[in-house]
């Protein structure tokens, strides 16, 4: 991938691209298609000028992985959970990137946290929480279960699980007021 300036980044499948405040947007992960070699670096595309720019982290990075959930938190941070590893070992990690400080948290999340996965989306609902549906287990089956991860308060929360198993989907958060007209256009069937 290269913009106008700056670096270029290596071509990856399974990255996280997720836009803050600052006009830029940030690439974490992913896996090198023909090698399958898997990153664990992040870098960051300023806008404006369509230029790559690789941070290097002040801490410790997450292990290197692809397929994972990644979204904006207040404060010029991202969150990152779970995906795979090369070996195709899944993580249900959490980490927190903060573009500011150009460091990595891991954070311990209390709660019931689901079985590590990859493919699943994760669609913030708000500048702190996360929904997780699907994906795909260490065992190769397809998940069905659903979970906010909430971060100001450190802790998963459960949700009703889907009538299908879904890997691999897209999700987004539409304004409540929107709904209305989805329902006119389109019939929703959820069980």
């Known amino acids: 991938m290269q913009a106008t300036g700056g670096q270029q980044v290596r071509s990856r499948a399974g990255a996280s691209l997720t836009a803050l405040d600052d006009g830029c947007a940030y690439l974490f992960g992913g896996q ?9 670096d992040v870098w960051r595309l300023d806008t ?3 230029s790559w720019t690789r941070l290097q982290p002040r801490s410790g990075a997450p292990p290197p992985r692809h397929s994972h959930c990644a ?3 207040t404060n010029g941070c991202i969150v990152v959970y779970g995906g795979a590893s090369q070996s195709n070992s899944m993580f249900g990690d959490v980490w927190v990137f903060n573009v500011t400080t150009v460091e990595w948290k891991r954070i311990d999340v209390a709660g019931n946290a689901p079985t590590p996965r990859e493919m699943a989306t994760g669609t913030m609902l708000d500048d702190a929480r996360m929904l997780v549906v699907g994906g795909r287990a260490q065992d190769g089956s397809t998940l069905r279960d659903v979970a906010v991860l909430d971060m100001a308060r450190e802790s998963w929360r459960a949700q009703p699980p889907l009538c299908h198993a879904c890997c691999a989907h897209s999700a987004t958060l539409l304004p409540r007021d929107s709904m209305s007209e989805v329902r006119a256009c389109a019939h929703l069937k959820w069980g």
């Open 48 to 50: 404006a000028v369509w």
């Open 71 to 73: 979204g904006r938190l």
């Open 32 to 40: 090198e298609p023909s090698t399958g070699a898997c990153f664990s």
